[in-house]
């Protein structure tokens, strides 16, 4: 990871004065696990798109927004950025997280290395895993009863990552 962090830190700012890394990939492939170990190894942020609500209804796309204008840019235009993080056991918004101007931010979700932000990504990781594995791991976190909404959020983001061909744009492809 540390030579991975060696990289990002080598390249020049794409977001701003911000080096922006989007770690994207299907649910419960271990984006959130690699993001907090590459924010670890850049000493930097991470911001999740469990940060934010994300709608069932509204699949991979309907969340972005909020990242976009309350983060990204500001940051584009070299100003801090903040959000309020959403907290989903009490379903209200949460405290206050502010984002600031850093050498490095990694944002960590499904969708976040689209194509409408590209131009502001320094570095963009995929990560995968095989379909029963990804649905074992969420069924695990968040309960069996969830299986039939987890099914249509899968197939939502196949259709979402083929029209917006995510994984093919990326610099790195990790497999869990």
Not at 18 to 24: C, E, F, G, K, Q
Not at 68 to 87: A, I, K, M, S
Not at 118 to 144: C, H, I, K, M
Request: aromatic share 10%; hydrophobic share 40%; proline share 8%.
């Amino acid at each position: 990871m540390n030579d991975l962090a060696c990289r990002i830190r080598a390249l020049p700012p794409s977001c701003g004065p911000v080096r922006l890394v989007a770690v994207d990939g299907p649910a419960g492939s271990g984006k959130t696990t690699f993001a907090g170990r590459l924010g670890a190894a850049l000493g930097c942020q991470v911001i999740h798109s469990d940060d934010f609500p994300v709608p069932w209804e509204e699949g991979p796309g309907g969340w972005f927004h909020l990242l976009e204008t309350q983060v990204l840019r500001p940051l584009e235009r070299g100003l801090p950025g903040g959000f309020r993080r959403y907290d989903w056991v009490r379903g209200a918004y949460g405290g206050h997280v502010t984002v600031p101007v850093a050498p490095a931010l990694v944002i960590e979700g499904v969708g976040t290395a689209r194509t409408s932000v590209a131009g502001l990504l320094a570095y963009t990781v995929w990560v995968e895993a095989p379909e029963p594995v990804r649905l074992g791991r969420v069924l695990e976190r968040d309960g069996a009863e969830l299986e039939p909404r987890w099914r249509e959020w899968f197939a939502a983001e196949r259709a979402w990552f083929a029209a917006d061909r995510t994984r093919e744009r990326a610099d790195l492809v990790v497999t869990t």
